[in-house]
T-cell receptor
Framework: NAGVTQTPKFQVLKTGQSMTLQCAQD?????MYWYRQDPGMGLRLIYY???????DKGEVPNGYNVSRLNKREFSLRLESAAPSQTSVYFC????????????FGPGTRLTVL | AQSVTQLDSQVPVFEEAPVELRCNYS??????LFWYVQYPNQGLQLLLK??????LVKGINGFEAEFNKSQTSFHLRKPSVHISDTAEYFC????????????FGKGTMLLVSP
């Protein structure tokens, strides 16, 4: 039981390049989330998927797209990376319901030059 | 919409001393409250949560928090900290109105020194 896994762990991009961050969970959770963490800003929600087949914007969606590929997998795509997207990205999952604990992956550290 | 304020960005404390990390929230509807901990270079893990019932909530690693509705607070406490408690702590809130996502505070770095 691996929980929430994220790939890659580290990535360096040049401005304008694209990439996809992968996330998978093996807990049979309905809901999945993408956050970014910046120093002094806490975690900010980028996109979430309340259940398979649905996605919604969070607080900071600009410059990102997501795909809920199936119940297990939720990917985050940067179409044209910008230095402002340098951050640590966390994926999380939970059972449906806002009272439920979210389980977090180990994070992807992304640097955009 | 809900919001969370963590009043201290950093709290230095000596080993075996008590500590309190402060959290205040704002919401127009009933809330669920959470404390998460992040150890260096790791993801977040749940320390404790308040859903309803008793206002004093006990969590892992000897932490506890008290929900105070009148003061809209959910402060985290530990009577005696260890070096291993050095980490960043995040308070978070969601609501019971429809589908609510978690809103996190900016975090408090707890620095425990010998």
């Amino acid at each position: 039981n691996a929980g929430v896994t994220q790939t890659p762990k580290f990535q360096v991009l040049k401005t304008g390049q694209s990439m996809t961050l992968q996330c998978a969970q093996d807990m049979n959770h309905n809901s999945m989330y993408w956050y970014r963490q910046d120093p002094g800003m806490g975690l900010r929600l980028i996109y979430y998927s309340a259940s398979e087949g649905t996605t919604d914007k969070g607080e900071v969606p600009n410059g990102y797209n997501v795909s809920r590929l199936n119940k297990r997998e939720f990917s985050l795509r940067l179409e044209s990376a910008a230095p402002s997207q340098t951050s640590v990205y966390f994926c999380a999952s939970s059972e449906l319901g806002s009272y439920n604990e979210q389980f977090f992956g180990p994070g992807t550290r992304l640097t955009v030059l | 919409a809900q919001s969370v304020t963590q009043l201290d960005s950093q709290v230095p404390v000596f080993e075996e001393a008590p500590v309190e990390l402060r959290c205040n929230y704002s919401s127009s509807v009933s809330v669920y409250l959470f404390w998460y901990v992040q150890y260096p270079n790791q993801g977040l893990q749940l320390l404790l949560k308040y859903l309803s019932g008793s206002t004093l909530v006990k969590g892992i690693n000897g932490f506890e928090a008290e929900f105070n509705k009148s003061q809209t607070s959910f402060h985290l406490r530990k009577p005696s900290v260890h070096i291993s408690d050095t980490a960043e702590y995040f308070c978070a809130v969601s609501t019971n109105s429809g589908y609510s996502t978690l809103t996190f505070g900016k975090g408090t770095m707890l620095l425990v020194s010998p």
